[in-house]
């Protein structure tokens, strides 16, 4: 059974709005390109760790869970003010109607 849809605010919506925004302004900054090049390299260490130990005394199941959820965490600390980018540049582009009533 569908859930119905909760109603947001004004207020709400305009707090949301503006943490977006400030999310998407991480993505512009210069030391970001230096952030996901961290990212990348400490999923690369946690991998190339996990791959030595498979291949000498194994993982338990809990250690490739643990270790699983960091790199779940990882990229997603990187790709969620990438996609608040990405939905700011959709939602602040003008709409059909507006650019038809601009010709």
Do not use: C, D, Y
Not at 36 to 64: C, D, F, H, R, Y
Not at 74 to 99: D, F, G, N
């Amino acid at each position: 059974m569908a859930r119905p849809r909760r109603v947001v605010t004004q207020e709400e919506r305009r707090a949301l709005l503006i943490r977006r925004s400030e999310l998407a302004t991480l993505t512009q900054l210069p030391s970001w390109l230096v952030f996901g090049s961290v990212i990348e390299q400490e999923i690369e260490n946690i991998k190339k760790a996990m791959t030595a130990k498979m291949l000498g005394p194994g993982v338990s199941l809990e250690e490739q869970a643990f270790n699983r959820g960091r790199i779940i965490g990882l990229r997603a600390a990187r790709s969620v003010p990438e996609h608040a980018l990405s939905k700011q540049l959709t939602e602040s582009s003008p709409m059909s109607e507006e650019v038809a009533a601009g010709e």
